[in-house]
């Protein structure tokens, strides 16, 4: 059967893979096949903003300088420098796809200056709002919702095409001169997660598959404050609110950061999320506290109106009461390596946003670089791929990778979170990471032995998950030095000598 032909393909409808489009649409016909609806994406969700050095008193240098300390040495220098550099530009560029945002500049963790610029507590959204609605006016761009991507295409070593399930469509082909994968992050490795149902590795699954390279997943970023609620799973308290004023308290009311780190609560977000575990464990309980108590409450509810509405919906006022928070999974910071302008080790092949490891985030994203690097990666990526030859892939095999049976998927999901939670968090050891290891490499062994199924998205996407946790898992195994995000307890041994009575107010 015939393969439907376009100039480029991309996976996935968050910024990256919109800012993509736009931007290629200007030399090609582009179609974006995203596997449930335009806006179900990372960046839909994320609350912070984007760092760009707008500020009077700012500047790249600064921006760069915060990036690589935050990035704990492992970051790629070119890739800083080019996502500081460009942040400005990628700003108006929002704001020409008809963006809004604040007049001031937030703060938040690891940052010298104020740089966050945003939309209220709801920035991914209105960049959603406006870069979707900027790709669905855009003749040169289909958008396939519903489409579950399950392969793809190699013609002499050259990614040409993938397959795509289609909703009632059905197994449809389509070809191209690139494929970019902006399929987001991996969260649902993990029993916890601030990351949406659809962040399920998908763009590593499909890279491994073509023999991409894919690098540093073991630096996976657990996010300092997550709410605890029994009803309300994996809601982000946004690091702004930090940066606002409020406070981090344990269970008798002290705040802890005083013994932790100099910067207290905005020290960088792995030094705060060890910090709290460590409390938690300490102190044998289940969570910590943001207090915002002392904060102006219109204030609260105008600048985070999300967070305001969530929390009273789960019965908490966070102008009088303080917020239960644990950290949880957030963001992958490996993923498939990219050069400086989105390729990947296979021809044919790029990768940008949470998913593409360009080597801006090192060890440890610094807040809100994130939706700046899916800017500023897919603007080069969209350029690149003008060099790509045409594809003159006509004829597709249709075979289908492999589909299990759901209720085997939804076991094996849940095996592999417990085990990725239990061993593969904030702290790890040496014998957690060995038992990650063998379990997760039965859970493939089993994976391969299970009979097969109509196609399911949830199935298809088990595999997408065990691949991503494995190398999680083989990274953390073989990184031997403590950075950033990697913390194995076996490695060294965490400093709390002694109980230290606050500083700061009680
Ligand atoms: C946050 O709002 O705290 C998250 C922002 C980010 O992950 O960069």
Redesign the pocket.
Known sequence: MKAEAFDYLVVGSGLAGLTFAIRASEHGRVAVLTKASITDSNTSW????I?AAVGESDDWQLHEEDTLQAGGGVCDPAAVRKLVQEAPGAIEWLRSQGARFDSFLGR?AGHSRNRIVHHA?RTGWEIERAVSGAVRANPNIIVYENAFVTKLLLSDGRVCGLTSQIGEAGLRAFSARAVLLATGGAGKIYARTTNPRIATADGIGLAERVGATIRDMEFM?F?P?VLYHPQIGGF?????LRGAGATLRNHRGQRFMYDYDPRLELAPRDVVARAIEAEIKHLATWCVYLDATHLDPDGLREEFPTIWSHLRAGGIEMEKEWIPVTPAQ??SCGGVETDLDGRSSVPGLYASGEVASSGVHGAN???????LEAIVFSTAAAEAVRQEPQSDFEDVDYSQPKNVPENEAIRLRHALQNCMSQNLGVFRSNLGIAQADAFVSRLLAEHAELPTAPFSAYASEAYNLLVAARYVVQGARSRKTNVGLHYNADLVTLSRETEVEPAGPA
């Open positions: 994320a609350q912070g903003g760092a938040e507590d970023q996010h404050t982000l308290i946004t690091e702004a957030h963001y994203r610094l807040a809100s670089n994130s939706l």
